[in-house]
């Protein structure tokens, strides 16, 4: 009887212990990730200055954090937190010649709703869709557009627009797992520059980045 009850007691602690990092109701899942920030982007002309003159927007590498609440065992809100430092460069013309314009800091807070599939699986896909804000930060002219067109105020407006996910979560302990995650989100901005030399010029951009990310979460 003794061996019995030993031998039940050890297969539950096993099965406990092999049981996977699945998200249930009520759960928080924090997950770090390193993610790379691509835009997308199409951009509008330099004017009135520079008519049929364009920009570019380097992709960067960021760390990010983000937190999901299970609402019930397939759907949960995410929320995550992260800001990256871009550069924007002139295309052709004078502009081009320049090079690097402007940089700019990104924080882009987005909530999303995330359906996910297989909430008991170690194996587990979701979909999510929502908002993002994004604000521009610590914007800077550099060194050649200032020596080209004096002392420059630059200006970025913030942008409010919709995102889109895919993801994966794969267990590593029965609480830890490995995540990746890719994000579409609808990014726009106007670029301002006040110059000395060469007055008022803007930039309408639409961004749109994906974003890809890769990291680990815990489940609490």
Do not use: C
Request: without cysteine.
């Amino acid at each position: 009887m003794k061996t019995s009850t030993i031998l039940i007691a050890a297969a539950a602690v096993t099965g406990a212990a092999a049981a996977p990092a699945q998200a249930a109701q009520g759960d928080v899942l924090v997950r770090l990730r390193g993610i790379m920030v691509a835009p997308n982007e199409k951009s509008g002309s330099v004017l009135p200055g520079f008519p049929g003159e364009k920009v570019s927007v380097n992709n960067t590498i960021t760390p990010e954090i983000d937190v999901t609440y299970m609402a019930t065992d397939h759907v949960g809100f995410e929320l995550i937190a992260a800001t990256s430092r871009h550069t924007v460069s002139g295309r052709t013309g004078t502009t081009g010649s320049l090079g690097e314009l402007v940089r700019t800091n990104a924080l882009p807070p987005t909530l999303t709703v995330q359906y996910h599939l297989a909430p008991g699986a170690k194996v587990r896909p979701y979909v999510g869709a929502g908002i993002n804000y994004t604000l521009f930060f610590n914007n800077n002219a550099s060194d050649a557009l200032v020596a080209a067109v004096g002392k420059t105020k630059v200006h970025l407006s913030d942008s409010f627009g919709w995102a889109g996910q895919v993801g994966l979560d794969i267990d590593l302990t029965d609480r830890m797992f490995l995540n990746f995650d890719v994000k579409y989100i609808d990014m726009d901005t106007r670029a301002r520059l006040t110059t000395t030399a060469a007055g008022t010029q803007s930039v309408k951009v639409s961004l749109d980045p994906f974003v890809f990310g890769v990291g680990v979460g815990m489940k609490f």
